[in-house]
């Protein structure tokens, strides 16, 4: 079982810039991958953006293509979420997982975070 803890959000306007980090503890399989899901208050959880551990393939949903960038440091077992030009419905709580691939479904991610509050204000 792998331990995920988010770090990074908080407070932004709209247009500005967040990193968030997940730290890792625990044996991340090589074949494994992670992702980023965000959740809005009354709204379901949704797929952000994921990466494989070894590769560094990556999936994004369309609504953050060419703003949020996943990248990982192996090294260090560390996620991470570049997010740029934030927007208002980017608010969200943001969770981080790792799953057995890579994919969209929450239910192929079994380990995650406490999730980190991101809020962009207008």
């Known amino acids: 079982q792998v331990q995920l803890v988010e770090s990074g959000g908080g407070l932004v306007q709209a247009g500005g810039s967040l990193r968030l980090s997940c730290a890792a503890s625990g044996r991340i399989l090589s074949s494994y991958s992670m992702g980023w899901f965000r959740q809005a208050p009354g709204k379901g959880r949704e797929f952000v953006a994921a990466i494989t551990w070894s590769y560094g393939n990556t999936l994004y949903t369309d609504s953050v293509k060419g703003r949020f960038t996943i990248s990982r440091d192996n090294a260090k077992n560390t996620l991470y979420l570049q997010m740029n030009n934030l927007k208002p419905e980017d608010t969200a709580v943001y969770y981080c997982?790792?799953?057995?691939?890579?994919?969209?479904?929450?239910?192929?991610?079994?380990?995650w975070g406490q999730g980190t509050q991101v809020t962009v204000s207008s």
């Open positions: 997982a790792s799953g057995p691939s890579i994919a969209t479904m929450s239910t192929n991610f079994d380990s």
